[in-house]
């Protein structure tokens, strides 16, 4: 009938294990003990474990068997060794909690014992295959040992063996890698020789930029750059004059300025360029009136040049007419030593000397 109490497995915790309480009075299940002339009563594991007292007990047993195994398990014992030796004590007290379990519900405990069985089953394959696995890795690592220690022998015995030839290997090894270095540093003399070149010749064309255009770092960054970049570049033959060839350059520079910029130039260049009218006709009126200005003065300056020129003529006629005078008087001295009728050769010296300070003045 379910109204019964079920049948409960034996325990299986250990007789060293087990709980007693002593008495002076025998009870159900008590046995006696000659030694202390008591009768003992087992009260874990119980034949009714329905209390709290019987987890409290399997609790404490529990622990005190993990922490046992923990302080073999620091002491770097064997962890297969220690697991099998921790896996029947845990089963012994999951059977226990089953004993406990099944006493107040029998459908309850068959399960949990199912399932505990299960997970021992399957953790026990685990533990086979795991153990199977870390033989045959050991077994293969000896054997790597075993192939490396022979490996290593033969090294050595090779070393012992051949001792010319390595010295033979490192010779020849040391004499290529000389001829690669003596080629390194060829290449090395050449590229620096090259170097020097390129630099000499990157100063000289500095320098024939300069000689063109000696303002050039004003300009070098102007916004006309990209204007300059887009024009086309004219060609010319090799046999062309420099002349046509410089005149190409500014133009194609002029074409880059707005119109504004190029009557500016034009007026500032019309003197160097012979096309006064042609400035005059294309500058704004400032420019007009400026170059009409300086075409004035440049009238003044000739006139004034043109009239010294006549002066000069004049002097230099009068000056003739003196020294031919000056040479008649001389020979009439000559001729006549004692007459002193026209003027004297010191006066006329003087005269002539006059005449030539105004000249030059």
């Known amino acids: ?192 020789a090259e170097s020097i070149a390129v630099s000499t010749q990157l100063r000289e064309l500095q320098g024939e930029i300069e000689t063109f255009f000696p303002l050039f770092r004003h300009y070098r960054s102007t916004s006309l750059k990209p204007l300059l970049a887009a024009l086309p570049i004219p060609h010319v033959h090799d046999n062309v004059a420099a002349e046509v060839a410089i005149a190409d350059d500014f133009k194609r520079i002029l074409g880059a300025l707005p119109i504004e910029k190029r009557k500016k130039i034009g007026a500032l260049t019309y003197t160097l360029l012979g096309l006064t009218r042609a400035a005059q006709q294309s500058g704004n009126a400032e420019d007009s009136a400026a170059v009409r200005e300086l075409q004035a003065r440049h009238d003044r300056l000739k006139e004034e040049n043109s009239s010294l020129r006549q002066e000069v003529r004049d002097m230099q006629r009068v000056l003739r007419e003196i020294q031919h005078k000056t040479a008649d008087m001389d020979d009439d001295q000559e001729s006549a030593p004692r007459l002193h009728t026209g003027p004297s050769r010191s006066k006329l010296s003087a005269a002539a000397s006059q005449s030539r300070g105004a000249l030059d003045a």
């Open 1 to 192: 009938p379910h109204f019964l109490t079920p049948r409960l497995p034996a325990s299986l915790i250990p007789q060293g294990d087990r709980v007693t309480e002593a008495s002076l009075f025998p009870s159900r299940g008590a046995t006696y003990r000659e030694t202390d002339q008591k009768w003992h009563t087992v009260v874990f594991p119980s034949g009714k474990p329905s209390s709290r007292a019987d987890a409290v007990f399997l609790d404490q047993w529990v622990s005190g068997t993990i922490e046992k195994y923990a302080l073999r398990l620091s002491r770097k014992e064997d962890l297969f060794e220690a697991v099998e030796n921790l896996l029947p004590i845990l089963s012994i007290g999951l059977h226990e909690l089953v004993r406990q379990v099944t006493h107040h519900c029998l459908e309850r405990g068959m399960v949990l014992e199912k399932i505990w069985r299960t997970y021992v089953e399957l953790f026990d394959r685990v533990l086979s295959e795991l153990k199977a696995s870390v033989a045959h890795h050991q077994a293969r690592t000896e054997t790597i040992k075993e192939e490396l220690d022979a490996t290593h022998k033969e090294l050595i015995d090779m070393r012992r063996q051949h001792p010319r030839q390595m010295q033979q290997l490192i010779t020849t090894l040391e004499s290529k890698f000389s001829e690669r270095q003596s080629e390194l540093e060829d290449q090395l003399r050449f590229r620096e």
